[in-house]
C-alpha cells in the first residue's frame, strides 16, 4: 500500500535555515521525509561496510569515504543541497573537511543514532555551531488520521489504523482493508521478527549490544510492568542488575532519549511520579502479544483477538491522550487509582491542576457506565469530565462536558492539522 502521509515536520524542516542535523530511532521516517521535502537534493548514504552510495537521477555511484566527501564538498560550494544519510557511521576525522565549506550550500546530515547528537554538538566538534538540530519521533496521531480519512472504510478504521500506522515501517505489512485485530493476529510473527530487528539496530547504532539487561526491561514494560521498583525488583531477583531501582531507572531514561520507551506523568498516583511504556504503539501491542505467547519462537502458535484487543484499547487512550493534550493546550497524565483509572487526566501547561478527564473505549459506551466514569473522573477533583468512544459518540449524561466518537476524533485531528504552518 502507498499511504501518504503528510507530516508536520516536513514543514519545519523546509522552514529551517543553513544547515541541518535530524536525528531519531531508526524506522521513524527521516530518509522518507528529506527526499520528499529536498526532492533535487543530492544523496549520499553512508553503508554499514564504511562505503558510500550517491544517488544522482536515479543513477548509482559507489565510492569511498574520502572520494564521497571531496564531492560533497564540491557540491556545497556550488550552492547545491546535498542529504548525507546514516551521518554516525561517517568516520569523525572527515568531520573537519565537510565544516571548511560551511555555509555554502545546504547540508542536510541524517543520524539515527543519540550518541551522533552528543559527538556532533560536543564542544570539541568542528561541526559545532554549524548544523540546526531537529529530532524526528513517530508520526503524530493527528497526521496518520488525517492521511488515513479518505482511505478506510469507516471513521472507525481511520481512527484504529491511525494508531498502528504512527510508526511507518509497518505500513507496507499491514493492509487497511483488513480488520485491524484480525490483521495484527495473522502477521503477528513477522511484526514481532521486524521489532526485534529495530530495537537490536538501535543498540546497534550506539555501539552497545543488546545486552540481557536491556532486552528484558523492554520486555517487561511490553509486559505492562512499569514501575522502576517493580522492574529493579524482578531483575535483582534474577542476578540481572546491582544498585535496585537507581539502575533501572538510569536505563529507563535512556531507552526514553532513544526513542524506544516514554514516560507519561502520573496525577494522584501513590508510589510512582511516572508510567514507562513503549514510545510506538505497534512496537507495544507486539511486545505484549511475544510476553504473553513468545510468538518469535513459535511463529505457527494461534495468537487470539482477545489479546490483541486487551493492548490495542489501552494503546489508543494513550495516543488520544497525546493528541487531546496538544488540541487542549495542557499536559497529558495518567491516573491510576484504587477505584479504577483514569485514561486521559489533561493538567495545565504547568503539570498541576487538572483541566479536564477522559473515559475512553473502543466499543460502545452505554449509559450506566458513561454515568459511573462521569461520576468517577468528577470525585477526584477533575473540573470536566468527557466520553470518549472509537465506535460510536457516546451518550449524554448529566456532569459530561463533551461526548466524542471517531467522526468527532477525525474532526480534531483535522483542526490540529490546519494550525500547522
Not at 9 to 27: A, D, F, N, P, S
Not at 214 to 224: F, H, M, N, T, W
Amino acid at each position: 500500500m502507498i499511504l501518504n502521509i503528510n507530516r508536520r515536520e516536513e514543514e519545519e524542516v523546509r522552514k529551517l535555515k543553513g544547515w541541518i542535523m535530524v536525528y531519531g530511532r531508526r524506522k521513524t521516517g527521516k530518509t522518507y521525509m528529506l527526499r520528499k521535502v529536498f526532492r533535487n537534493a543530492q544523496y549520499f548514504m553512508i553503508t554499514r561496510a564504511g562505503y558510500i552510495i550517491h544517488e544522482e537521477e536515479r543513477e548509482y555511484t559507489y565510492m569511498n569515504v574520502k572520494e564521497a566527501i571531496s564531492r560533497v564538498g564540491s557540491l556545497l560550494d556550488n550552492d547545491e543541497t546535498v542529504i548525507i544519510d546514516e551521518f554516525q557511521r561517517l568516520p569523525e576525522f572527515l568531520w573537519e573537511e565537510i565544516a571548511l565549506h560551511h555555509p555554502n550550500g545546504k547540508l542536510i546530515a541524517s543520524g539515527s543514532s543519540l550518541g551522533i547528537i552528543s559527538k556532533v554538538f560536543n564542544r570539541r566538534s568542528p561541526l559545532l555551531g554549524l548544523l540546526s538540530p531537529l529530532k524526528l519521533d513517530i508520526i503524530s496521531y493527528s497526521d496518520t488520521i488525517m492521511a488515513l480519512k479518505n482511505l478506510t472504510k469507516t471513521p472507525k478504521d481511520t481512527v484504529m489504523w491511525g494508531l498502528i500506522f504512527r510508526d511507518p515501517w509497518v505500513i507496507p505489512i499491514l493492509s487497511i482493508e483488513a480488520d485491524i485485530i484480525t490483521e495484527t493476529c495473522g502477521k503477528a510473527y513477522y511484526l514481532a521478527a521486524s521489532t526485534q530487528g529495530l530495537i537490536g539496530e538501535v543498540f546497534e547504532e550506539e555501539e552497545r549490544a543488546l545486552t540481557r539487561i536491556y532486552d528484558a526491561i523492554l520486555r517487561l514494560v511490553g509486559e505492562g510492568v512499569w514501575k522502576p521498583s517493580e522492574i529493579a525488583g524482578i531483575l535483582t531477583s534474577n542476578n540481572m542488575i546491582m544498585g535496585g531501582q537507581s539502575t533501572v531507572t538510569g536505563i529507563l531514561e535512556r531507552l526514553v532519549n532513544m526513542g524506544l520507551l516514554e514516560k507519561i506523568p502520573l496525577w494522584k498516583t501513590r508510589g510512582a511520579r511516572f508510567y514507562f511504556k513503549h514510545r510506538s504503539p505497534i512496537v507495544s501491542i507486539i511486545q505484549y502479544i511475544d510476553q504473553k505467547l513468545n510468538i518469535t519462537e513459535t511463529p505457527n502458535i494461534n495468537v487470539k483477538r482477545e489479546i490483541v484487543a486487551n493492548v490495542l484499547s489501552r494503546e489508543i487512550q494513550f495516543s488520544l491522550g497525546e493528541m487531546m493534550a496538544e488540541y487542549i493546550g495542557g499536559r497529558r497524565a495518567y491516573t491510576i487509582l484504587p477505584d479504577g483509572d483514569i485514561d486521559i487526566v489533561i493538567l495545565d501547561e504547568r503539570g498541576r491542576a487538572p483541566i479536564i478527564g477522559y473515559e475512553v473505549k473502543i466499543g460502545d459506551i452505554e449509559v450506566s457506565e458513561a454515568k459511573k466514569a462521569i461520576e468517577r473522573i468528577h470525585k477526584h477533583g477533575i473540573p470536566r469530565a468527557g466520553l470518549i468512544s472509537i465506535s460510536t459518540k457516546p451518550p449524554k449524561v448529566p456532569g459530561s462536558y463533551e461526548e466524542m466518537g471517531p467522526e468527532e476524533i477525525i474532526e480534531i485531528a483535522g483542526r490540529i492539522r490546519s494550525k500547522q504552518p
